[in-house]
C-alpha cells in the first residue's frame, strides 16, 4: 500500500516486560513521563505536554498479548531530550548499565545509549551540529 494519503494517527512503542509496574516506574523518573493509564498488565505513559511522545508497557505473559509475539526481543527505543548530558548524569547516578558512553556523533547527535529494566535498549540523545567532515569530498 502506497503511503500517500494515509493519516497516521498515531505511533506507539510497546515494550514487553516482566514486571510492568517496574519499567513504568524507571521511565516515570528518568525521563519525566507521566502516567496516562495504569493496570495489572499495561501502561499507557506520555510525555508532558506532547501526547505524541508515549511509550506503553504490556505484560510480556498476559493473555492478551498473542502468544506469537511473547517471546520477541523489545528492540531499542530512541528519547530525543533537550538535555542529554543531564539525562546521563541521572542514569550513572542511579546505576543504569550503561551500553554506550555519552559522546558526539558526526550526524548530528549528542547520545549514549542504556537499558531499561526489562532489558530494552534507550537510544538518548540531544541533537548537536553535523560534523563538517560528515560533507567532505572524498
Keep these: 500500500m502506497e503511503g500517500r494519503g494515509l493519516l497516521i494517527t498515531r505511533v ?3 515494550i ?3 514486571d510492568v509496574a517496574g519499567v513504568r516506574d524507571f521511565y516515570v523518573s528518568l525521563l519525566g513521563f507521566e502516567i496516562a493509564f495504569d493496570s495489572d498488565w499495561f501502561a499507557n505513559l506520555k510525555a508532558p505536554g506532547n501526547d505524541a511522545a508515549e511509550v506503553a508497557v504490556w505484560q510480556r ?3 492478551l498479548v498473542p502468544p506469537a509475539v511473547r ?3 523489545s ?3 530512541n528519547v530525543v531530550v533537550d538535555d542529554v548530558d543531564r539525562v546521563f548524569a541521572e542514569a550513572e547516578r542511579i546505576g543504569l548499565p550503561i551500553v554506550l558512553r555519552l559522546r558526539d556523533e558526526p550526524y548530528g547527535q549528542r ?3 542504556t537499558r531499561d529494566p526489562a532489558g530494552t535498549v534507550l537510544d538518548i540523545s540531544t541533537p548537536i551540529a553535523m ?3 560528515l560533507f567532505a569530498p572524498e
Design 131 to 133: 560534523s563538517p567532515e
Design 12 to 14: 506507539m512503542p510497546i
Design 75 to 77: 528492540g531499542v527505543i
Design 111 to 113: 547520545r549514549f545509549l
Design 71 to 73: 517471546g520477541q526481543g
Design 61 to 63: 505473559d498476559h493473555d
Design 16 to 18: 514487553f516486560a516482566e
